[in-house]
């Protein structure tokens, strides 16, 4: 993934969506990785009767193919 494809990619999120690295059961090495970008978002409902938007960017890498 290029960096322009990533900026478009998560350019519809705010600025202070949260961005994570999501690992699967797999076992990651000292090596470079092609990745997805799994976008979420919630309404979080606090106790005084306000609510909020929550984001999160979640990288989750491609695990190589052993040669």
Same mark, same amino acid.
């Given at each position: 993934?290029?960096?322009?494809?990533? &900026? +478009?990619?998560i350019a519809?999120?705010?600025? %202070?969506?949260e961005?994570?690295? =999501?690992?699967?059961d797999?076992?990651?090495?000292?090596?470079?990785?092609?990745?997805? &970008? +799994?976008?979420?978002s919630?309404?979080?409902? %606090?106790?005084d009767?306000?609510? =909020?938007?929550?984001?999160?960017?979640?990288?989750?890498?491609?695990?190589?193919?052993?040669?």
């Amino acid at each position: 993934m290029t960096k322009k494809q990533l &900026l +478009d990619l998560i350019a519809e999120y705010p600025d %202070n969506a949260e961005v994570v690295i =999501e690992v699967h059961d797999t076992t990651l090495n000292e090596d470079l990785y092609d990745f997805t &970008l +799994d976008p979420i978002s919630w309404t979080r409902f %606090n106790t005084d009767n306000t609510s =909020e938007n929550m984001h999160e960017l979640r990288l989750c890498p491609i695990q190589t193919q052993e040669q």
